[in-house]
């Protein structure tokens, strides 16, 4: 399998209203928590808000490196989506659909890697419960 590594705890970046007008809490409530994940899924514009001015590649490479990351998944809305890890990314661009409402559609993806990593036995549940209870 290309995630060697258990996923203990899968951390998803949701851009919320309430945080944009205080990006130091935003910040922070980011930073409190990718150290409890072993894999993160955010989206350009999380990643565009969070990069301190370093180049997308650079940023992730240091999160992975920094916090033990298994893989960072980086989706990129009608651009599809790259997989971060220590030794390689790859990419893959979306499906062409036509768009009704964008609205859950990161929470749809963020499903459908929960189950690939279910089916792959790279999820385990107890685990997750664990650090559910020690962070929550």
């Given amino acids: 399998s290309s995630l060697d590594s258990l ?3 899968y951390f998803l970046i949701k851009y919320k209203k309430k945080h944009k007008d205080s990006k130091k809490k ?33 940023t992730i490479s240091y999160w992975i490196s920094k916090y033990n990351l298994s893989a960072v998944i980086l989706t990129k809305g009608k651009n599809g989506a790259t997989v971060y890890t220590k030794r390689f990314s790859v990419s893959k661009n979306s499906i062409k659909v036509k768009v009704k409402d964008t609205v859950g ?26 650090h559910q209870r020690t962070i929550g």
């Fill in 26 to 58: 935003f910040i922070d409530i980011f930073n409190t928590y990718k150290k409890y994940a072993s894999l993160i899924k955010l989206s350009n514009e999380d990643l565009a808000y969070l990069k301190k001015n370093k180049s997308v590649k650079n």
């Fill in 105 to 130: 559609a990161g929470d749809v993806f963020s499903a459908g890697i929960i189950r690939y990593l279910e089916k792959k036995n790279l999820l385990d549940v107890k685990k997750i419960k664990n």
């Fill in 7 to 9: 996923i203990q705890l």
